[in-house]
């Protein structure tokens, strides 16, 4: 499963209200009209962010609006999608509608779920874009990660309130990435190894964010010396569903 996850800034002269509103009603309905070959379609609007880290200083972080995550099956599916003529007639001139195409975050990722103890819905999520400051080798840097995840999930000041929690890490350079390299030499892929959501109880949703805050900045945190934390951001979202479990149809096609 290939998950594209994409984040947009508005236009100049709209809000952030005009961008959601837009993206939703409009772009989000022209792409659940014929959504192709792609499973999914989630719309994450940005509600709050910070950036840095009080050790590394506060710096001016990116100003998005949302991000999009697209499920395909595969990298077939989602070179089949964009060479669609629906996608390019459609849907991507639509896009010039409400995004400014100057600041854009892309990234291609598969996804793992990480056990919580009390799983379960919330309407808010927090997405945390998390980059590696290239110390270890990416095979040390993903266990590491994977070993935090795991600490993260379990510990006492969050566990109560953690619903779900799911890694999205970059395959950016893997051999079996299989993605369409017309596609990828227009729009590069952003540096991040990975995004790392969870979702918290709705009735303690921002106290939870603070001590999430707290805790990746704990001593005994395993990705500790590992991240360049001045090119971290943390986005508080909320979802909209554009596409649900839909059925793609076969996708092979010959990847160019």
Same mark, same amino acid.
């Given at each position: ?6 984040? /947009? ?26 959504? /192709? ?10 509600? *709050?962010?910070?950036? =840095? ?11 998005? *609006? ?7 099956? *595969? ?44 799983? /379960?819905?919330? $309407?808010?999520?927090?997405?945390r874009f998390i980059a590696s400051n290239n110390a270890s080798p990416p095979a040390a840097f993903a266990q ?28 950016? =350079?893997?051999? *079996?990435a299989n993605l369409p390299a017309n596609f990828i030499a227009n729009a590069p892929l952003s540096p991040f190894?990975?995004? !790392? ?21 704990? $001593? ?11 090119? !971290? ?24």
């Amino acid at each position: 499963m290939l998950k594209m996850i994409i984040g /947009g800034r508005r236009r100049a002269g709209m809000t952030h209200r005009d961008y959601s509103r837009y993206a939703e009603q409009v772009h989000g309905a022209t792409v659940a009209h014929n959504p /192709g070959y792609m499973t999914s379609y989630i719309q994450n609007h940005v509600l *709050d962010a910070v950036y =840095g880290t009080h050790a590394a200083g506060w710096v001016a972080g990116p100003d998005f *609006d949302s991000f999009s995550e697209i499920s395909f099956p *595969d990298g077939a599916a989602f070179a089949r999608s964009i060479a669609d003529p629906y996608y390019r007639e459609t849907i991507q001139p639509d896009e010039l509608n409400f995004v400014c195409h100057s600041a854009i975050i892309l990234l291609a990722t598969r996804t793992q779920e990480v056990g919580v103890r009390v799983p /379960g819905a919330a $309407p808010l999520k927090l997405m945390r874009f998390i980059a590696s400051n290239n110390a270890s080798p990416p095979a040390a840097f993903a266990q590491a990660w994977a070993q935090e995840a795991g600490r993260i999930a379990d510990h006492p000041a969050l566990a109560p309130f953690l619903r779900r929690m799911t890694r999205s890490i970059s395959i950016a =350079g893997e051999a *079996d990435a299989n993605l369409p390299a017309n596609f990828i030499a227009n729009a590069p892929l952003s540096p991040f190894a990975g995004v !790392e959501s969870l979702w918290f109880d709705s009735d303690d949703t921002w106290r939870a964010i603070d001590a999430y805050r707290v805790v990746i900045e704990e $001593p005994q945190s395993h990705l500790s010396g590992l991240l360049d934390r001045r090119q !971290e951001a943390l986005f508080v979202v909320e979802e909209r569903t554009i596409v649900a479990d839909h059925k793609a149809p076969n996708a092979a096609v010959e990847m160019t």
